[in-house]
């Protein structure tokens, strides 16, 4: 059910442990942890985790003032006034709240009447706030950035490592702005994805391009992690690199995964076809396709900019690159057509006929996929990669403890001799079937078809869950006489077909040709959206009609799904993107950890989209 804060609410925001909303009279409420005064109610007491709290919550207000924005730090809250001053208040061990001491505030009664606005320099006013782990950042009016707080690692970006604000004469004019440079304007600060780092947006000359200093672990962020920058005066000014991803800067490019990594492909302009990785590369499996033998790329200083290097050894330009979360390898699909996987070899993933693993996309070999063969589409899973092929007829190879090769045995295919090429057997989809795209993932596959059966769907492999869609649980593809015409299309109701297909974690979720969404499969985190723990395809009468659709919104429908490691996002039709089920991490982003779509009245208008 929607959360009862009494009134409209108008701004909202998610912490450490903690959420707060701004209301509709400039007041604001918070609830969640609060060892650390971060609700700002006067005590220490948590809120939000038994019966009567919520409709009893104190509101949060200063004299004379209101609240219109509020924002989250892990252990401290942040409020942008009326007149576009800032006060914060919770933990203060580093002087993060900005008051020239490290004395915590919200934990007595009438503190806020007494919390005086953050100093920030003569006549200055806050655009933009972002409080992080245990230092706090603004943008300034005059498009300048100020942070405070917590420097050990350079997070401040001062050319020091001294806390700042909790000390006399540490803010107001005395606290300088980041140094970015001449001609330059803060444009956005974005919350540190390492709780020690920052990144933010910046305008210079006319083009806009993404800073980030600090510390990180393997340069998930693109910039020199390792190397720790914001310490040394050296760092400063011109000398802040932007990260730079060379002729993709101002491309059209698409984002993909790797393997604790990302990867962009360019798509037009001088940057199509090219590529660019960073994150975790392993020195044995050189998973960013660049030959580097780094352990990971964009953690340090010298992987920056230009540092990162493009991904090299492509026979033609990239069509799809893409690695998967759940084992170490990486695929690329050429606009020649051609397929190759480089990583870790087990079980002859990589389709080479052995299990060797292969370390650079340059020496790699193209996948034999049979004469004249060549692949239009992949999917990755847990040591499985499955390929459309230009003739729309589907290969996959690798791991098979659970059929989800489709071949009528559990023999892994790709580890020895005379298993890919003409002999690696197309998947028997029926008589006259062909397929227009495929998925995997974990221990299991789906294609969906074209041709005469557009939009019908086959599912194979592991169906422990339920998550073939077949009204029981048994394997499909592990043994003689299980595919083709003997497999059935999936009933999703009739009349009905699929436009898009997303595989999770032992389910799968599909928009149909009604642009409405039914998932199937394992759910005990309430990942289908229907309202319960109820696994759905695992028993008879539970498919076709009697599948319930995902109910995301009166009058919604649905452009895009992905489903997940037990958690689904769609975008609707509204541009919102709205998340359900398992949410230990916040992975909904929804300001609180708790799953949804596992209890009624969770979904649908009651279910908020996710708030950019």
């Not at 595989?503 to 969404?517: E, F, H, R, S, T």
Request: proline fraction near 3%; glycine fraction near 16%.
């Amino acid at each position: 059910a929607p959360i009862n804060l009494g009134l409209p609410a108008i701004d909202i925001t998610g912490g450490g442990y903690h959420t707060c909303a701004v209301l509709n009279n400039g007041t604001a409420k918070c609830w969640g942890s609060n060892d650390q005064s971060q609700l700002g109610i006067g005590s220490g007491t948590r809120m939000g985790d038994n019966p009567g709290e919520m409709a009893a919550l104190p509101a949060i207000s200063f004299p004379g003032r209101t609240i219109q924005k509020i924002s989250a730090g892990y252990y401290h809250t942040c409020a942008l006034l009326d007149n576009n001053a800032m006060r914060c208040w919770g933990y203060n061990a580093n002087g993060q709240l900005g008051q020239g001491d490290n004395v915590a505030r919200g934990s007595v009664p009438g503190w806020n009447t007494i919390l005086s606005d953050i100093s920030l320099g003569g006549g200055r006013t806050v655009k933009q706030m972002a409080p992080h782990g245990e230092h706090t950042c603004a943008i300034l009016d005059n498009d300048t950035l100020k942070c405070w707080g917590y420097n050990f690692w350079g997070q401040l970006c001062l050319g020091h490592r001294n806390n700042m604000g909790d000390g006399v004469d540490e803010m107001g004019d005395f606290l300088p702005a980041i140094n970015f440079g001449t001609n330059a304007t803060v444009k956005e600060i974005v919350r540190s994805i390492s709780y020690d780092n920052n990144c933010a947006v910046v305008e210079k000359d006319g083009m806009k391009q993404v800073y980030c200093w600090g510390r990180a672990f393997y340069g998930e962020d693109g910039t020199m992690a390792r190397g720790v920058i914001g310490l040394r005066p050296s760092d400063m000014g011109s000398s802040l690199v932007a990260v730079n991803l060379g002729s993709l800067n101002t491309q059209n490019k698409t984002l993909s995964r790797g393997y604790l990594g990302h990867c962009v492909t360019g798509t037009a302009g001088s940057g199509s076809g090219t590529a660019k990785c960073w994150g975790y590369n392993e020195t044995s499996y050189r998973l960013l396709g660049s030959n580097s033998s780094e352990l990971a790329i964009g953690d340090t200083y010298g992987e920056v900019g230009s540092g990162i290097p493009s991904v090299t050894g492509a026979p033609s330009g990239i069509i799809q690159l893409e690695g998967v979360d759940q084992s170490p390898q990486t695929c690329a699909i050429f606009d020649n057509g051609k397929l190759r996987c480089w990583g870790y070899g087990a079980y002859g993933v990589l389709g080479q006929g052995n299990s060797s693993n292969y370390t650079y996309l340059g020496t790699t070999p193209d996948i034999d996929l049979g004469t004249g063969r060549t692949a239009t589409q992949f999917s990755i899973g847990y040591y499985t990669v499955c390929a459309r092929l230009d003739n729309g007829s589907v290969k996959c190879w690798g791991y098979n403890a659970n059929g989800q090769l489709g071949q009528g045995h559990l023999n892994y295919l790709g580890d020895g001799a005379n298993e890919m090429g003409d002999n690696l057997i197309p998947i028997d989809l029926g008589t006259g079937v062909t397929a227009k795209y495929v998925c995997t993932n974990n221990a299991h596959a789906c294609a969906v078809m074209s041709g005469a059966n557009d939009g019908k769907l086959k599912c194979w492999g592991y169906n422990g869950n339920g998550q073939l869609g077949y009204g029981d649980t048994v394997q499909r593809g592990d043994g003689p006489g299980e595919m083709g015409d003997a497999l059935p299309f999936v009933d999703l109701g009739t009349g009905r077909t699929v436009k898009k297909l997303s595989c999770g974690v032992n389910y799968n979720c599909a928009i149909l040709d009604n642009d409405k969404l039914k998932c199937w499969g394992y759910n005990g985190y309430g990942h289908l959206g229907i309202s319960s723990t109820a696994q759905k395809g695992s028993v008879a009468g539970t498919m076709g009609d009697m599948l319930p659709y995902t109910d995301v919104g009166t009058g919604r429908t649905v452009v895009d799904i992905k489903a997940s490691y037990y958690h689904t996002c769609a975008l609707l039709d509204t541009n919102e993107v709205k998340c359900w089920g398992w949410n230990v991490y916040g992975q909904l982003g929804l300001g609180r950890p708790d799953n949804i779509g596992d209890q009624p009245n969770e979904m649908g208008d009651n279910l908020f989209p996710v708030n950019f």
